[in-house]
């Protein structure tokens, strides 16, 4: 029998990205929005484990700059919160989940990792997976869920699957991680096959993540507890010892533990999956009109064709021009062509410069 209400939801929500500049900002980073309807994709993470017969309350974890808007936006899904860890200062995943792991009521708590602005449409294979990978969990092992890759894609890191473990559903052991790779590379591993997508949402026992970080990176482990130990606590929201957790060495979950612990498992799953990183990952995700513009917000386009368009507030005409990107934000206008967003971070910093 699936013993699914052990699993304790980790929301990852301290992320300022500004890759969708101009209407993220570190103020409201794209966690926050609404990109795609109603919901911001932080709500629609909330919901993804609203199911009390599979998900306790979630545990997030996130900036204390932003407060009051993860409370709201809590609120106006009917989400509540197991508690909120405002992290000190930005070290990077691997602390950020340390501190769940700490907070845990139970070190076999079994812990779903997932950052609070990724898009999953199929939400059933992802559930499917989730339940498959609970006995791998359960057993000790890391478990990340490696997306069935679409194309070779140079943004996203890899997993090359190893055997599969026995007794599990489909899940195999992580032969190895490859970080971002060069176009050539991209395209021999998906010839070769058996490698995925790293999506960065993982499955574990709080204890055994807190093991693998004692054996591997010691100091952040010793920095996180002492941050834990001498916590401040208001209600729901759990405040670390700035000065303890700042200590911390600052380096994501993928550096400082998967590529190094010995028991990690990779799920393949197919849920649709984006981590909507850029326009041009948006455009991509999103379903066009008959001249296949995307449209969000007010637009108007004659002769026009494959370009996205996103203004609440503007009014935009578009005559005669294809593949572009087109984005307003109150007082700014960005404009650029399709297949060039991920240089979207290089304005924002020049601008704010």
């Not at 950052?115 to 890391?142: E, G, T, Y």
């Not at 200590?247 to 990779?266: F, G, H, L, N, Q």
Request: charged residues 20%.
């Amino acid at each position: 029998m699936v013993q699914s209400t052990q699993i304790t939801p980790v929301i990852l929500s301290g992320g300022s990205g500004t890759r969708l500049w101009p209407l993220s900002t570190p103020e409201k980073p794209k966690q926050f929005l609404n990109l795609f309807g109603p919901l911001s994709m932080f709500q629609l993470t909330l919901q993804r484990c609203a199911d009390e017969t599979i998900y306790r309350q979630p545990v997030i974890v996130g900036s204390d700059m932003h407060i009051k808007i993860m409370q709201e936006q809590m609120q106006e899904v009917g989400s509540t919160p197991g508690a909120i860890i405002l992290e000190p200062c930005a070290r990077n995943t691997a602390p950020a989940i340390a501190l769940a792991a700490l907070a845990a009521e139970d070190p076999g708590d079994l812990l779903l990792v997932m950052p609070s602005d990724h898009m999953i449409k199929n939400m059933p294979a992802f559930q499917k997976a989730v339940q498959a990978s609970i006995p791998v969990a359960q057993a000790r092992w890391l478990v990340t869920f490696g997306i069935e890759p679409t194309g070779p894609a140079t943004g996203y890191g890899y997993i090359k699957q190893g055997v599969v473990i026995d007794g599990s559903a489909g899940s195999m052991s992580a032969e190895r991680f490859v970080e971002k790779p060069e176009q050539e590379f991209a395209e021999k591993m998906l010839a070769d096959g058996g490698y995925h997508w790293n999506a960065g949402i993982f499955l574990f026992r709080a204890d055994a993540y807190l093991a693998a970080m004692e054996k591997h990176s010691p100091e952040m482990l010793a920095a996180c507890s002492a941050a834990m130990g001498d916590r401040r606590m208001e209600a729901e929201l759990c405040y670390p010892e700035p000065a303890a957790f700042a200590s911390a060495p600052s380096d994501s979950i993928d550096y400082a533990i998967m590529e190094r612990a010995e028991k990690v498992a990779v799920t393949p799953v197919s849920p649709d999956w984006s981590d909507v990183g850029s326009w041009d990952s948006l455009f991509e995700i999103s379903d066009g009109n008959e001249q296949s513009n995307v449209i969000f917000g007010k637009a108007t386009t004659i002769g026009a064709n494959n370009n996205l368009i996103h203004s609440q507030e503007l009014e935009i005409a578009v005559l005669g021009v294809e593949n572009l990107i087109i984005v307003t934000h109150e007082n700014k206008v960005m404009i650029l062509p399709r297949g060039q967003s991920q240089d979207v971070k290089k304005m924002a910093q020049k601008l704010s410069e």
